[in-house]
């Protein structure tokens, strides 16, 4: 079964300290990952997409890697306004009859909090 | 930046009203969806469309339905509202090639009493 595991659920950190969210898939075809920040009460904000295993985006403070199995996403050095809900999407080779592709997959989410 | 739009952003209406969600987008996006978001959840598909005229369900069986005669309206409808109903539902549109990806509105938090 086609899956995306989100952890830790979430994370609570000092200004400053860097760490990592993981996002781990068990899928039949990766055509694409994607992350997504969400704030309270908004919809989510596209972040990055990754294709390929051994690729990196970076972002200001937020860098996003992907190898065969899961990806992450670091955070160096977070601020106050970093807090917010990251979101993982996978998009799958999954084709309807009309040769559309619309399946993706999301996690859970990774709850951030940065306090000063 | 996206340029996606919801309206309204909050509802709360009675059990058995009609109700009809807006969505518009500014980008000339080919691809719209609605989802599902309750808290603690993933999002869920309800209903997508790939131009004008087409509409598609989604994952999640819903009792909601959409149309699609413009490119950059993509409304939802609920005929008879009920407390099952109450949710986040958040519109999200992306350009046709496949593995682009979506962007959403603000979404519209909809309480039915």
């Known amino acids: 079964e086609d899956q995306v595991t989100q952890s830790p659920e979430a994370l609570r950190l000092q200004e400053g300290e860097s760490s990592s969210l993981n996002c781990s898939y068990t899928v039949s075809g990766l055509r694409g990952l994607f992350w997504y920040r969400q704030d309270p009460g908004k919809g989510p904000e596209f972040l990055f997409t990754?294709?390929?295993?051994?690729e990196e985006k970076e972002k200001e403070r937020l860098k996003a890697t992907l190898t065969k199995k899961e990806s992450f996403l670091h955070i160096t050095a977070p601020k106050p306004e970093d807090s917010a809900t990251y979101l993982c999407?996978?998009?799958?080779?999954?084709?309807?009859?009309?040769?559309?592709?619309?399946?993706?997959?999301w996690g859970l989410g990774t709850s951030l909090a940065v306090n000063p | 930046e996206a340029d996606i739009y919801q309206t309204p952003r909050y509802l709360v209406i009675g059990t058995g009203k009609k109700i009809t969600l807006e969505c518009s987008q500014t980008m000339g996006h080919d691809k719209m969806y609605w989802y599902q978001q309750d808290p603690g959840m993933e999002l869920h598909l309800i209903h997508y469309?790939?131009?004008?005229?087409?509409?598609e369900k989604g994952d999640l069986s819903s009792e909601s339905t959409v149309s699609r005669i413009r490119t950059e309206h993509f409304p939802l409808t609920l005929e008879s509202a009920r407390p099952s109903h109450t949710s986040q539902y958040l519109c999200a549109s992306s350009d046709f090639s496949s593995n682009q990806p979506q962007h959403f509105g603000d979404g519209t938090r909809l309480s039915i009493l």
């Open positions: 990754l294709y390929s295993a051994g």
């Open positions: 999407a996978v998009q799958l080779y999954n084709f309807d009859n009309a040769g559309n592709n619309r399946k993706l997959i």
């Open positions: 469309s790939y131009g004008v005229n087409s509409t």
